[in-house]
């Protein structure tokens, strides 16, 4: 089946999630070609809910004490760059891309596909995947200002209406959101699937606490030594959105495939979507949400 989406797109839908055409053709490369690794760690996540702090986290994780500050890969390049997508990047072109460039381990991958699509692709291997979910109105808004900033336009109510509808009735590239967040919350229940489900939020409020779940997870976990010195810290501050914002790579960069780093960075707030959705918009959102989520055990 297809529809339409909210810049008249036509989507396509696959495994229950919606996609344009040449992502649909990359996600089957993707699931066809990849190899996977036992070490392999995939950041996934539905668009706009964090994922570029995520993948700068894990960075910082991997890499730290290897580099002199200046050095530091996330002072040279922007974290879409370092860690690609695997249906937007890797396999956008073909089924069996060039990998050389991550010849050590481990090697650190993304997606924005469900965990069932995902799956299909990781062969039962035994890869840690790492997501990150975040309330639907906040990435809603923030998905709005970054279509706008892709297609060089100020972000316009009438955009953010075709949106919400298109979000409501679950038409948008990943989507349903919710579906998107289940698959990934049933999947961290099972100690099987290796999944570890971190919020947005929570990772905003309690920032030392989730870093230290995700090195543990990574089985990178801190040591005495490095709590006592400063090395979560460290790290917060170097992934704070106001840090990676003023970099001078961020500020001029553009990823490989073509989008402006500094769209990647934004407000970073909680709740912001208060600001633009009228009390009819967070109705009926809420509404959907409280249907989908209810009885799941998620935590809204
Ligand atoms: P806002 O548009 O609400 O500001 P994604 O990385 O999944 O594309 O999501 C982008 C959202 O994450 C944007 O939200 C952006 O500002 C926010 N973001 C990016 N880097 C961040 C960081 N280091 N810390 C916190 N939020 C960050």
Same mark, same amino acid.
């Given at each position: 089946?297809?529809?339409?989406?909210?810049?008249?797109? #036509?989507? $396509?839908? =696959?495994?229950?999630?919606?996609?344009?055409?040449?992502?649909?053709?990359?996600?089957?490369?993707?699931?066809?070609?990849?190899?996977?690794?036992?070490?392999?760690?995939?950041?996934?996540?539905?668009?706009?809910?964090?994922?570029?702090?995520?993948?700068?986290?894990?960075?910082?994780?991997?890499?730290?004490?290897?580099?002199?500050? &200046?050095?530091?890969?996330?002072?040279?390049?922007?974290?879409?760059?370092?860690?690609?997508?695997?249906?937007?990047? *890797?396999?956008?072109?073909?089924?069996?891309?060039?990998?050389?460039?991550?010849?050590?381990?481990?090697?650190? $991958?993304?997606?924005?596909?469900?965990?069932?699509?995902?799956?299909?692709?990781?062969?039962?291997?035994?890869?840690?995947?790492? =997501?990150?979910?975040?309330?639907?109105?906040? +990435?809603?808004?923030? =998905?709005? =200002? $970054?279509?706008?900033?892709?297609?060089?336009?100020?972000?316009?109510?009438?955009? *953010?209406?075709?949106?919400?509808?298109?979000?409501?009735?679950?038409?948008?590239?990943?989507?349903?959101?919710?579906?998107?967040?289940?698959?990934?919350?049933?999947?961290?229940?099972?100690?099987?699937?290796?999944? *570890?489900?971190?919020?947005?939020? &929570? *990772?905003?409020?309690?920032?030392? +606490?989730?870093?230290?779940?995700?090195?543990?997870?990574?089985?990178?976990?801190?040591?005495? #030594?490095?709590?006592?010195n400063g090395s979560v810290e460290?790290?917060?501050?170097?992934?704070?959105?106001?840090?990676?914002?003023?970099?001078?790579?961020?500020?001029?960069?553009?990823?490989?495939?073509?989008? &402006?780093?500094?769209? $990647?960075?934004?407000?970073? #707030?909680?709740? &912001?979507?208060?600001?633009?959705?009228?009390?009819?918009?967070?109705?009926?959102?809420?509404?959907?949400? #409280?249907?989908?989520?209810?009885?799941s055990g998620l935590k809204l």
């Open positions: 089946p297809s529809d339409i989406d909210f810049v008249g797109r #036509e989507l $396509f839908k =696959y495994q229950e999630s919606w996609y344009g055409n040449k992502m649909l053709q990359a996600i089957i490369n993707f699931q066809r070609g990849f190899e996977p690794q036992d070490t392999d760690i995939i950041i996934a996540s539905f668009p706009k809910a964090g994922t570029t702090w995520l993948k700068a986290l894990t960075v910082a994780l991997l890499e730290r004490s290897k580099h002199s500050s &200046d050095a530091h890969p996330l002072r040279l390049d922007n974290p879409h760059n370092l860690v690609p997508f695997f249906e937007l990047d *890797l396999y956008a072109k073909s089924s069996k891309p060039d990998m050389t460039n991550f010849s050590s381990t481990p090697r650190v $991958f993304a997606t924005h596909v469900p965990l069932h699509t995902l799956q299909e692709a990781l062969k039962n291997s035994s890869c840690k995947i790492v =997501y990150v979910w975040r309330n639907v109105k906040d +990435v809603l808004v923030s =998905y709005w =200002y $970054f279509k706008s900033a892709l297609m060089k336009v100020e972000a316009e109510r009438s955009l *953010l209406e075709s949106m919400f509808e298109s979000f409501c009735r679950g038409v948008s590239y990943g989507g349903p959101f919710w579906e998107h967040v289940l698959s990934y919350w049933r999947g961290s229940l099972e100690e099987s699937q290796n999944v *570890l489900f971190l919020k947005y939020e &929570d *990772l905003k409020t309690e920032p030392r +606490v989730q870093l230290k779940r995700l090195a543990e997870f990574l089985d990178c976990p801190f040591t005495v #030594e490095e709590e006592e460290e790290i917060l501050e170097l992934c704070s959105l106001r840090n990676l914002k003023n970099l001078e790579i961020n500020k001029i960069g553009i990823t490989s495939r073509g989008v &402006d780093h500094k769209n $990647f960075f934004r407000k970073g #707030e909680v709740g &912001d979507s208060k600001n633009y959705l009228t009390p009819e918009m967070e109705k009926r959102i809420d509404m959907i949400t #409280e249907d989908k989520f209810g009885g």
